[in-house]
């Protein structure tokens, strides 16, 4: 079995063949999008191998299914030739979804920080907006990872590090900066998460 020199260009010419079925641009487009992603990866990361930022991308199958199912009733024929272990996502959510959950329950608890019934929804929504991020498929699972970790488990344990620790009312102004540190991080992550996602 002969293999190729260029991983990359059979990765792409897999991913040409699974997505045949959709329109010629938005198959271009596609590809494109893949080609410039794994070249932006292996320029900030380029201690990872080739291997791995093409296994980070997922199965060629799994991503031209997910394009023809985004296609939706433009794409003649079947939606996808996904094969087993190779779902075709439908309804899937807006990758802003995820992002303003993550971020403005947290801004609502900081307004209103004595109630219990808005401490308990900011947790809720922030859970649930850690869950809609880690099944989007607008992300890499690394880039998932990192996402939750910043916008969800940092967050919380300085949280609940700060309640442990400030056993008196802290002041207004050390709450504040408190806050709007978090708030800085929360921010920062979303905006980092809204500039690298996936069409």
Known sequence: MKTSADPVRDYLCAVEREASALPADRRRELLADLSEHIEVTRAERPHVTIG????????PRTIAAT????????????????GAGAPVRRGKVHPLVPLLMLTVPFLVAAVLPYSAVTGFLSTLFRVIGAVLLCTSVHWTPAQKTTGVVLAAVLPTLAIGIWKLLVAAPASDTAANLANLATFVLLAGTTAWLWRIRRA
């Open 52 to 59: 791995e930022v093409l296994a980070e991308l997922g199965d």
């Open 67 to 82: 394009a023809l199912a985004e296609a939706g009733d433009g794409v003649a024929g079947p939606p996808a030739r996904s």
